[in-house]
Nanobody
Framework: QVHLVEFGGGLVQAGGSLRLSCVGS????????MAWYRQPPGKQRELVAT???????TYVEAVKGRFTISRDNAKNTVYLQMNSLKPEDTAVYYC??????????WGQGTQVTVSP
């Protein structure tokens, strides 16, 4: 079972930046497509960005041009650089495999709060 630990969240003003990190265990992490998800207050968890094992990235429309997903396979780490943050980006952010289900194992997430 892969263990995932997310960190790097915090409180930031609108327009600010944060860099999230996700460290995973196991060799499968290095070859798997990974994703960042987020769960805004009172809403369901949603996909934010994905990155293939080779580095190809995709983004949902709401974060295109502001967020950048990257990975360092040697460190079993996936990153999410978030710039020009908006209050609507406030959420708990999680990383997991692409197409992870709610019944799969999830980390504790990291809280991102963007003040107006």
């Amino acid at each position: 079972q892969v263990h995932l630990v997310e960190f790097g969240g915090g409180l930031v003003q609108a327009g600010g930046s944060l860099r999230l990190s996700c460290v995973g265990s196991g060799s499968i992490f290095r070859i798997s497509a990974m994703a960042w998800y987020r769960q805004p207050p009172g809403k369901q968890r949603e996909l934010v960005a994905t990155i293939a094992g080779g580095g190809t990235a995709t983004y949902v429309e709401a974060v295109k041009g502001r967020f950048t997903i990257s990975r360092d396979n040697a460190k079993n780490t996936v990153y999410l650089q978030m710039n020009s943050l908006k209050p609507e980006d406030t959420a708990v952010y999680y990383c997991n495999f692409v197409n992870a289900r709610s019944t799969d194992s999830w980390g504790q997430g990291t809280q991102v709060t963007v003040s107006p």
